[in-house]
């Protein structure tokens, strides 16, 4: 599924499911934002305690599988409250940083390789 169609589906499910929860587009922009940020949080919690030894990348790697849905389902929410189509954003983003930076070098180190 491309990312136009998941932004499409996610901001109808929110009409769908909460149809009087938010007055305003303002309203709905700070409950999506929040909840992005909090979905990061659990993320970043997760990698914090991986890194300190509570568990290993496998289980870290089966986490975030859970949390990084959630973070991109309230990302294209904030996307769509404002207007955005994330997927041309993201097109004029790489082109403008190739163009800063250089074409996207090869080689990028991954703690696991077979799941890049």
Not at 16 to 28: I, L, S
Not at 60 to 71: C, H, Q
Not at 79 to 89: F, H, K, P, R
Request: no cysteine; glycine share 8%.
């Amino acid at each position: 599924m491309d990312l136009v169609t998941i932004q499409r589906n996610e901001a109808h499910d929110v009409g769908v499911y909460f149809p009087d929860r938010f007055d305003t587009d303002a309203d709905q922009l700070l409950h999506m934002l929040l909840g992005l940020v909090g979905e990061v949080g659990e993320a970043a919690n997760d990698v914090k305690k991986w890194d300190r030894g509570d568990f290993d990348f496998v289980e870290l790697a089966g986490r975030m599988r859970k949390e990084l849905p959630d973070i991109l389902i309230y990302l294209v929410l904030v996307a769509d409250v404002l207007g955005i189509n994330l997927e041309t954003a993201y097109h004029n983003k790489k082109e403008f940083n190739d163009q800063r930076f250089g074409e996207a070098q090869s080689g990028v180190r991954h703690p696991n390789p077979s799941s890049a």
